[in-house]
């Protein structure tokens, strides 16, 4: 199995804030989609969490992760990354979560996430979360051979050490919030 759910949070007022307050941020960071051959040329992001330096040079490497200034602001997200933390904090073996990378990422109308398999010490060292917050009625992930069409405010861990991929067939814009959680030292 490739994609568990975990639990339903609500992310709505992160999602209104994504469209509305913070819309203008989704062109801040563009190296994910702009770097040549990356396989998320058909989204756009706002990096909530991540390398003090985001770059694509080290974007896979496993670094300190930190929270981003747009946090400051952004309480709900910065309210909805604590929830996930408390939430996943049973899974984690008697330790509190340690978050990652944390993006809201947007697939566009017609867009396409080509097949990729995260990769480097960064993914192997991490595991991946996916909300949907703004859901696409024709949008899918596919995670090997498991089609799913996330449901809202769900949170669902996700197998991205195997080859996966996403679709929007839809009319609008899907968002989901990314994030990590370190796994336990061995």
């Not at 801040?28 to 390398?51: N, V």
């Not at 003090?52 to 930190?66: F, H, K, M, T, V």
Request: proline letters at 8%.
């Amino acid at each position: 199995m490739n994609v568990r759910p975990i639990c339903f949070l609500d992310g709505s007022v992160v999602s209104a804030r994504a469209l509305t307050t913070y819309r203008d941020r989704w062109k801040d960071q563009t190296f994910r989609q702009a770097t040549p051959g990356s396989p998320h040329h058909d989204t756009e992001a706002i990096l909530l969490r991540g390398p003090a330096e985001p770059a694509a040079a080290n974007w896979l490497e496993d670094i300190e992760q930190g929270d981003y200034p747009i946090l400051d602001q952004f309480k709900s997200a910065r309210s909805l990354l604590l929830r996930i933390r408390g939430a996943l904090a049973p899974f984690t073996e008697n330790r509190t979560p340690e978050l990652g990378k944390a993006m809201l990422v947007s697939l566009r109308p017609g867009g396409v996430v080509d097949w990729h398999t995260d990769e480097g010490p960064y993914a192997e060292m991490h595991d991946r979360f996916h909300m949907c917050l703004v859901p696409s009625s024709g949008a899918l992930c596919i995670y090997g051979a498991e089609p799913v069409n996330m449901a809202v405010g769900m949170l669902n861990w996700v197998n991205n050490r195997v080859p996966h991929s996403a679709i929007n067939l839809g009319t609008n814009n899907r968002i989901h919030l990314i994030c990590d959680i370190r796994k336990p030292s061995p």
